[in-house]
C-alpha cells in the first residue's frame, strides 16, 4: 500500500514492491499472480482493516461515527493518499475502475450490519437497502473531495450522516418504495 500511495498504480511494480518488502519478485509473482492479483488483494484487505464498526445502539450516533471515519481514511496520510492513487491516478484503465469498485464495494459491505442493527432495533423501517443507506452516506464526501475539490470537514461528515439518517427514516431505501425500483 506505501509504494501505491507514494506513486500511484500506473507506475507501481511488482518489482518495486518486493524490494521494499525485502523479498524476491517471484515470491510474489508465485502468490498473486502479478500486479492485479497483489494491488487487488492489498487493496481489499486495506479496506477492510480500515473499517471499525460503531455500534452505540443510536443509528444517528453510528453513522455520524462512520462518516467520521470515511473522513479520516479520505484525509490521513496514508489511506488518503491510497485513495487518491485510486480515485486520481493518471491511467483509468479497466484495472484502476475495477480497484476503485474492489475498495468501495468492500468498505461499504463490511458496514452493512450497522444499518440492519438499526432495522432490527425499530429505528430504521424494515426493508431498507442497508447498503444504499451506507452509499449514500459516503457519496457526498467523495463528491466534495472528487468532484468539486472542496476540504472535508467534520462539518461535512455529519451533514452527510445526518442526511442519510433523514432519507432512510423517510424510507427513501425501503426496497420495494424506491422511485423506479422493485423488490
Sequence with gaps: MAVLAARGY?????????????????????????????????????AARQVQLPDTGSVDEDLRRWAHSILATLTGRESGAVVRALFRG??????????????????????????????ERGQLPPGTDAAEVIKQLGAPLYYRLFVIEEPLTAEAADLAAAAAVAAARAGVFVQNQRVGGSA
Excluded: N
Excluded at 19 to 43: F, M, Q
Design 90 to 119: 493518471p491511467g483509468d484503465t479497466p484495472e484502476v475502475r475495477d480497484l476503485r469498485r474492489r475498495f468501495y464495494h468492500t468498505r461499504v459491505a463490511l458496514v452493512v450490519p450497522l444499518v440492519e442493527r438499526a432495522v
Design 10 to 46: 500506473e507506475t507501481l511494480t511488482v518489482e518495486r514492491v518486493a524490494s521494499r518488502a525485502g523479498v524476491h519478485k517471484t515470491t510474489l509473482y508465485r502468490r498473486w499472480g502479478g500486479k492485479v492479483g497483489l494491488v487487488i488483494d492489498a487493496v481489499e484487505t486495506f
